[in-house]
Nanobody
């Protein structure tokens, strides 16, 4: 019954910006961690950024200084603002939510950085 709805993916030129949003709904317990992962073809899924319920953040080294994660606890929504995008950022981005009952994943949204 838990559903994560992602939005904001698309095509952007190198150096451009894109914002992702993920709203969680359903039979959720308290949310401990919300985050974003990404997976490019032929590569492992990797953590991009995560944020705890208290606002503590963690970023992959490759995106530090360029991406910003934030959340609205009242709306069970997590955001990812991506600036100075590079072609190597191209991937399917997955929303992730961790609760005492389990871990949930969004369906993924495609982000393509290309000229």
């Amino acid at each position: 019954q838990v559903q994560l709805v992602e939005s904001g993916g698309g095509l952007v030129q190198p150096g451009g910006s894109l914002g992702l949003s993920c709203a969680a709904s359903g039979r959720l317990f308290s949310i401990n961690v919300m985050g974003w992962y990404r997976q490019a073809p032929g590569k492992q899924r990797e953590l991009v950024a995560a944020i705890t319920s208290r606002g503590v953040t963690n970023y992959a080294d490759s995106v530090k200084g360029r991406f910003t994660i934030s959340r609205d606890n009242a709306k069970n929504t997590v955001y990812l603002q991506m600036n100075s995008l590079k072609p190597e950022d191209t991937a399917v981005y997955y929303c992730n939510v961790g609760t005492p009952r389990g871990v949930y994943w969004g369906q993924g949204t495609q982000v393509t950085v290309s000229s």
